[in-house]
């Protein structure tokens, strides 16, 4: 059994990345175009700031909440010619990858989620530096669970030294508000607001060190969409605003059990022990019985994602569950690979064990190298159910889950995983220079 190898049948092409293609154009208009009709009567404003000061073409650094902001960022650079970085399912189609072939021509690069891509510099300094074009990145590389930031690793600091261009950040407000991840089919009636913003000139990107950049970076892409919308007196009063809120929060703070929890119109509740939390019409949650533990959403998804780190650091962490496996090794189709089991640990990483095609098969992440993993509420491209994607190299796995809204706390353990072994690995360094440094006996 070869690792991280399917036996798929003859006929089977696994994709080969090609050249960004330079933006013609039509296709820059096209965008627009049909980004005006996405963004119809949703977008309020785009406000920019010190945009007059940016020369030559930038990089342009998007937060993620929902598919708008793709089209958004299409309205903001226009009639600017760019590139995106998209996810690689995004361009799958059938029977002929005929969606692909226009994704492409749109100026949007495929990529393979939280995989290390040697190609993606030498992409973007094709973008920037020969077609002289915008090149955008979303740094968080998901879409938020929750409404607030997600992890930005440190690489985006050398990222951007490497390229040299200068940096301009765009955040959207609102977006996950009229359609949060864990319920995006229905929509909520509010409007969109971005903020455009230059932040680091090519002077500004060559001075600084990576470290000082990436925590500009984030600084400028920090959001928390619940706190916004209190703040500005953001009504949403549909009478199912919490509806599959049960996905994000899916550990009771009053009894602390997991995936017991549930949710119907304005409601959320733990069926272990029967508590209730009511979300108003500013997002804000109230037990109707007892103590509100947390009345800001994002400040009970931070205490599940705390649990959970302490489960990584106490070793009493670890995930196994049976899933339904689709892979796309290339753009034309998902290939349904049937049931395997998923397992993830500190020690073995993530892995998905199966067969397919006469074969056993055996996918692999380690620990280390693996800084975030790719998790979905409602899949759109297969079936509206949640699953753990598994990207290698060549190949993605989609891995619909059968247990009960588990895939937030994969996600947490992975961040916590890597956090943990970057903190040893710093440890490591700075005991290293201690004894280095360390005055030798005369």
């Not at 017991?260 to 022990?273: D, F, V, Y």
Request: overall charge neutral; proline content about 4%; aromatic content about 12%.
């Amino acid at each position: 059994m070869e690792l991280n190898k399917i036996n798929y049948k003859k006929g089977v092409k696994v994709y080969k990345q090609k050249k960004p293609v330079n933006q013609w154009r039509f296709f820059t208009w096209l965008a627009r175009f049909l980004s005006t009709f996405l963004t119809a009567g949703k977008l309020a404003e785009i406000k920019k700031i010190d945009m007059d000061k940016v020369e030559g073409p930038y990089l342009l650094l998007s937060n993620h909440q929902t598919f708008t902001d793709f089209a958004v960022n299409s309205v903001a650079t226009y009639p600017k010619k760019f590139a995106a970085i998209a996810t690689f399912e995004g361009h799958h189609g059938q029977p002929k990858p005929i969606r692909a072939w226009l994704m492409e021509k749109v100026g949007c690069i495929p990529k393979r989620k939280f995989t290390t891509d040697p190609n993606l510099i030498n992409d973007c300094k094709t973008v920037l530096h020969e077609y002289k074009n915008i090149m955008i990145i979303y740094p968080e590389a998901r879409y938020t669970d929750i409404g607030t930031t997600s992890f930005i690793t440190d690489e985006y600091g050398s990222l951007i030294k490497k390229l040299g261009v200068p940096v301009v950040t765009i955040v959207h407000r609102g977006n996950y508000l009229r359609a949060p991840f864990w319920d995006w089919k229905h929509k909520r009636k509010v409007k969109t607001h971005s903020i455009m913003k230059y932040v680091l000139s090519k002077e500004d990107v060559l001075e600084k060190s990576p470290e000082e950049i990436v925590e500009i970076i984030r600084r400028e892409l920090q959001h928390d969409e619940y706190e916004y919308q209190r703040e500005n007196k953001i009504v949403i009063d549909e009478p199912f605003r919490a509806q599959g809120l049960n996905k994000a929060l899916y550990q009771c703070p009053h009894c602390n059990t997991e995936f017991e929890m549930e949710s119907e119109g304005t409601k959320l509740w733990c069926t272990h022990c029967g508590k209730i939390w009511e979300m108003d019409e500013y997002g804000v949650l109230t037990a109707t019985e007892g103590e509100t533990e947390f009345s800001h959403i994002p400040d009970w998804y931070n205490w599940e994602k705390e649990n959970v780190r302490r489960e990584v650091a106490e070793d009493r962490y670890s995930f196994e569950d049976e899933v339904d496996v689709y892979s796309l090794p290339h753009m034309r189709k998902f290939i349904h690979l049937g049931k395997a089991i998923l397992k993830h640990s500190r020690e073995n990483g993530v892995t998905v064990e199966g067969h397919y095609n006469g074969e056993d098969y055996k996918i692999r992440r380690p620990s280390r190298g693996l800084y975030s993993i790719h998790t979905e509420y409602n899949y759109c491209y297969i079936k509206h159910e949640p699953c753990i994607h598994v990207s290698t190299t060549n190949d993605t796995f989609a891995c619909f889950t059968s247990k009960k809204d588990c895939v937030t706390k994969v996600y947490f353990a992975v961040d916590a995983i890597h956090k943990q072994i970057n903190a040893e690995k710093a440890q490591a360094r700075a005991e290293k220079l201690a004894e280095r440094n360390k005055p030798t006996e005369e």
